[in-house]
Antibody, heavy 117, light 107 residues
């Protein structure tokens, strides 16, 4: 069965970067897109961007475009999301989420990133 | 960006009640609209896509309707497991956007 397993909780200082991983199993990574969605405490989810794991093309939300990088390692069946220049407002749970051509059918368990001085 | 507005923000109801949640888009999203529910500490779970198509395994008490800018999610007879937060999401255009959520509470 499809599984998305994310890396663990992170605590970062303002200005630092964080890199979250999403290890996939149960399907071929390159056959499906992978998205990243974050959810701040008490808020609705917020889409950040996605990677075409087949050809490595990426599309980012304008809000995060200058700070986010999504990559993949096909040999490890893993997708990564790196967010730089962290600020307190970036404190959130970050999810990887897989779709085919529509909504998100599979989600990782989430990674809490806390930004605090 | 397409804004998604849900109402109400909170809904108090009892087991067995019929409830309806509304989602309004700031632009036409055709039928590219999904509904999720989310329990505390868990990822969202897809219930409905293309406005009215129930995902495999989702109970038939859930139904969705609408197109264009106005959509509804109806639960015909609330069960204890249904008390959660519900989100709509449009996937007609990037950036994909979600509503702010409707928290369904036990009365």
């Amino acid at each position: 069965q499809v599984q998305l397993v994310q890396s663990g909780t992170e605590v970062k200082k303002p200005g630092a970067s964080v890199k979250v991983s999403c290890k996939t199993s149960g399907y071929t990574l390159t056959h499906f897109p992978m998205h990243w969605v974050r959810q701040a405490p008490g808020q609705g989810p917020e889409w950040m961007g996605w990677i075409n794991a087949g050809n490595n093309n990426t599309v980012y939300s304008r809000k995060f475009q200058v700070r986010v990088t999504i990559t993949r390692d096909t040999s490890a069946s893993t997708v990564f999301m790196e967010l730089s220049s962290l600020r307190s407002e970036d404190t959130a749970v970050y999810y990887c989420a897989r779709n085919f051509a529509g909504p998100f059918e599979y989600w990782g368990q989430g990674t809490l990133v806390t930004v605090s001085s | 960006d397409i804004q998604m507005t849900q109402s109400p923000s909170t809904l108090s109801a009892s087991v067995g009640d019929r409830v309806t949640i509304t989602c309004r888009a700031s632009q036409n999203v055709s039928r590219w609209l999904a509904w999720y529910h989310q329990k505390p500490g868990k990822a969202p779970n897809l219930l409905i896509d293309k406005a009215s198509s129930l995902e495999s395994g989702v109970p038939s008490r859930f139904s969705g309707s609408g197109s264009g800018i106005e959509f509804t999610l109806t639960i015909s007879s609330l069960q204890p497991d249904d008390f959660a937060t519900y989100y709509c999401q449009q996937y007609n255009a990037y950036p994909y956007t979600f509503g702010q959520g409707t928290k369904l509470e036990i009365k």
